[in-house]
């Protein structure tokens, strides 16, 4: 194999900026689209290697290792740790050509829904921009009709091999292949769609059915859902982070809904019948005469299915009676007749007791 330096027509101590401009004067005389010749063709296959060896900090230092085409000098006592990375590194790289077929990456989106939704599941079609597979080449790569070709310069093995004189002698060294870039082939004719990747960027749609029970902070996994891979490689996966929306009326406590129900004092003297709009459908409550605010009803099995398992949570409804603020000249006058009827006690200091929320939330915990 001929020196890379003699190939790029540079000195051993030449810098980087000197091989760049050498190489790139060099690609510009040889490329195929300016010189079609066989013979310039594996020239600038010998060029594009050399540079890449050379370019590299790494690779330079241990290609000097072996002097090229020159003896062994002072550069290759580079100490017992480049020796070591010689044969043990060699060892590792040396399993043939890598894949351009690789597996996907992972997506996560974030997904709203509401509290009616999460009661009973729900279906959604979502609308994801992500990486598909090219439909042009089929995640091949290479434009239709034409295949990837066999690298001239590593024979198909994606690794170089060459001897390295180091302190315990000539050693054979592997690295991977500068012009194919350790793949063993290198794409001629790549696909116009994808330019050569083997996927694109599309939307596309993803249909998603979200389980009754979810919550806030709730991640579900969809294996094969995420970003095509390039060159036809599997998809990864893709994840939903659930938030779900505040409700106007109704708020969660675990798999159970809680509501407040506003009460008529006369109502809750007396008694009555409501009717509660539940998120999935009527429920009729019964208030017995003398409720007080923040009792809690309960009613069974009314709340959000449960994630795991079967069976629902309870519909828990706290009563708050209203105390009314403007009354007629008629009203006033009943109310006073019930209050001497009733002989009401003064207000008197008593036990303290806490607000109307802190204790509907004591007996909503229990």
Request: glycine share 14%.
């Amino acid at each position: 194999m001929a020196d890379h330096y003699e190939v790029l027509g540079v000195s051993r101590d030449a810098t980087p900026d000197e091989i760049k401009k050498a190489y790139r004067r060099l690609a510009r005389e040889l490329h195929p689209d300016v010189n079609p010749g066989a013979e310039a063709s594996e020239r600038f296959k010998q060029v594009t290697h050399a540079y890449d060896v050379l370019s590299d900090p790494k690779q330079r230092q241990q290609y000097d290792l072996g002097g090229g085409q020159g003896g062994f000098n002072g550069a290759g006592f580079g100490g017992f740790g480049d020796i070591f990375e010689t044969f043990f590194g060699a060892a590792q790289t040396s399993r043939g050509p890598r894949s351009r077929r690789e597996r996907g990456q992972d997506a996560l989106i974030r997904l709203e829904v509401t509290l009616d939704e999460v009661v009973f599941g729900t279906h959604r079609e979502l609308e994801v921009d992500t990486a598909v597979t090219c439909e042009t080449c089929h995640g091949s790569c290479c434009r239709p009709g034409t295949s990837p070709v066999t690298c001239d310069i590593c024979g198909g093995t994606g690794h170089i091999q060459r001897a390295v004189r180091s302190l315990l002698g000539n050693v054979m060294t592997s690295s991977p292949c500068g012009s194919c870039r350790g793949y063993g082939t290198i794409i001629a004719t790549p696909c116009v769609t994808c330019q050569g990747q083997g996927r694109v960027r599309a939307r596309r749609t993803v249909p998603v059915d979200v389980p009754a029970g979810v919550d806030t902070g709730v991640r579900l996994q969809m294996p094969g859902s995420g970003e095509a891979g390039p060159a036809g490689g599997p998809n990864g996966d893709l994840y939903l982070e659930v938030k779900v929306k505040n409700h106007e009326v109704f708020s969660r406590d675990g798999d159970d809904l809680l509501c407040t129900l506003e009460v008529q004092m006369t109502d809750a003297v007396l008694g009555t019948n409501a009717t509660v709009a539940a998120l999935d459908g009527d429920v009729d409550l019964e208030l017995k005469p003398g409720v007080q605010s923040g009792e809690v009803l309960t009613v069974r099995d009314r709340g959000i299915t449960h994630l795991r398992g079967g069976g629902r949570g309870d519909l828990k409804v706290a009563v708050h009676v209203i105390t009314p603020t403007k009354l007629s000249h008629k009203e006033r006058e009943l109310v006073q007749q019930l209050a001497k009827a009733r002989k009401a006690q003064p207000p008197q200091l008593g036990h303290f007791q806490q607000g109307l929320f802190a204790r509907l939330r004591d007996r909503f915990l229990g």
